[in-house]
């Protein structure tokens, strides 16, 4: 299986500042078409996780373009521009280049 | 707008099946584009994948292989929605169960069930 590993494990953010989240795959995640079989979730409290971004740098409908998705081969990042209070919860990384897909442990998210 | 209605009993019996249906409104079941997920979330939080159904001119099943053979996805095409069968269930298996789309992306998932394994 390919394991993902997220960074770090915790995230006290400044409202208005920037933040980064790093994801790292045991294998690479470039797909033979130049994708990137990666997504990232943000689940709030008591709610399903919902999709930010798919195929590494590509924001999911509705998601703001304070979110970007960057990375290549087996190292990722998610970065938001400038935190809103809004983007507390716990972020997640999935890999689908292969089954079983795969989560990172989680980011948690929280404004300082 | 997709929509995903879990349904199923939220307490299981050890050794026993736990069941759970998925009913999908605003898409089908037998899309060419999605597949049709089933995850959990344990009690610690973490996501794990189980499976999934999807039809490409046939269907295709794709499960956890941490699951051993206890674990069967099914579409029902004529009731435009997909089960989740795990048999002989131990508290290990007590988690949030949830269903979800993937076309580009888990832009849609169920409610969620919680599942307590007791006997």
């Known amino acids: 299986d390919i394991v993902m590993a997220q960074s770090p494990l915790s995230l006290p953010v400044t409202p208005g500042e920037p933040a980064s989240i790093s994801c790292r795959s045991s294998?690479?995640?470039?797909?033979?078409?130049?994708?990137?079989?990666l997504d990232w979730y943000l689940q709030k409290p008591g709610q399903p996780p919902q999709l930010l971004m798919y195929?590494?740098?590509n924001r999911a409908s509705g998601v703001p373009d304070r979110f970007s998705g960057s990375g290549s081969g087996t190292d990722f990042t998610l970065k938001i521009s400038r935190v809103e209070a809004e983007d507390v919860g716990v972020y997640y990384c999935?890999?689908?280049?292969?089954?079983?897909?795969?989560f990172g442990g989680g980011t948690k998210v929280e404004i300082k | 707008q997709v929509q995903l209605q879990q349904s199923g009993p939220g307490l299981v019996k050890p050794s026993q099946t736990l069941s759970l249906t998925c009913a999908i409104s605003?898409?089908?079941?037998?899309?060419?584009?999605?597949?049709w997920n089933w995850l959990r979330q344990s009690p610690s939080g973490g996501l794990e994948w189980l499976g999934r159904?999807?039809?490409?001119?046939?269907?295709?099943?794709d499960y956890a292989v941490s699951l051993k053979g206890r674990i069967t996805i099914n579409p029902d095409t004529s009731k435009n929605q997909f089960s989740l069968l795990l048999n002989s269930v131990t508290p290990e298996d007590a988690a949030v169960y949830y269903c979800?789309?993937?076309?580009?992306?888990?832009?849609?998932w169920g409610q969620g069930t919680p599942v307590t394994v007791s006997s």
């Open positions: 979800a789309r993937d076309r580009l992306g888990m832009g849609y």
């Open positions: 605003g898409d089908s079941v037998s899309s060419n584009t999605a597949a």
């Open positions: 159904t999807y039809y490409r001119s046939e269907w295709y099943n």
């Open positions: 294998q690479s995640l470039l797909r033979s078409d130049g994708y990137i079989a």
């Open positions: 195929l590494g740098s």
């Open positions: 999935m890999q689908l280049i292969q089954t079983p897909l795969t």
